[in-house]
């Protein structure tokens, strides 16, 4: 491999070269929209020294500036990342690094390790601040633990980051304000926002099939396009999405979200389907 082509693509783009590596394959979690029917829930993990050892060769042959931990959910446990700081440290193999993980799995101890070890950056899946809508996809997280993880992430000079989702069945006005809350009241790093997208074979897919019509996949849709009808349409759910990505940013705006909604009730789809008649 070319590893200086890279590096000059990434450099001239960026600023500065990334390079990717897996530790882990799969997910032990059962969230009811996830791509599990594709990868399963079985969880393959690879040693925190083989991983520490990659790192090092990486450092001392390619030179990378950046690493991104592409896994589902780095580490797992407690346990692994201590070990791996451990490992990291006695080569020393540390590059700046993010990750992807959940939110229930970001102790103090943990986010501590994760600096130790380089990490820079955590990106999780929040989804909603609205705990019935947590609770719908079946997540097994709880709001107060996304508020305890970004402050332990923020403690140690981690930037913590959130993926949300918008247009989960049944949801409602309330339920949108309650993520814009969280977001105001935590200010998460940045924010990465999609709305419920039916992957096939998953319980969400199959709620909502009768509704897909022909549009199966992903070049059969837009920039946050409803595939389903969900409570708003998709117009008004890149409204929302700008909105927030703005309240991340800037702060409060309470101006824009009164005029959102105040505009919410004229955006309702004409058969949205809810969380009953889905039988997630």
Partial sequence: MDSDAYRRAWRREHGRHSWNVVTSRGCPYGCNWCAKPVFGRRYAQRSPAAVAEELRRLKADVGPDHIWFADDIFGLTARWISAFADEVRARDARIPFMIQCRADLITPSVARSLALAGCEEVWMGVESGSQRILDAMEKNTAVDEVRRATRALRDYGIRACWFLQL???????????ATRDLVREE????IGVSVAYPLPGTKFHAAVQAQLGARTNWEETGDLAMLFQGTYTTAFYRQLRDALHDESRDGADDERWFELGEAAAAHRSAQPVGIGDAEL
Avoid: A, F, K, T
């Avoid at 247009?167 to 304000?177: L, R």
């Avoid at 200010?187 to 940045?190: A, C, L, V, W």
């Fill in 167 to 177: 247009g989960y069945p049944s949801e409602q006005w309330e339920d949108v304000i």
């Fill in 187 to 190: 200010r998460p790093d940045d």
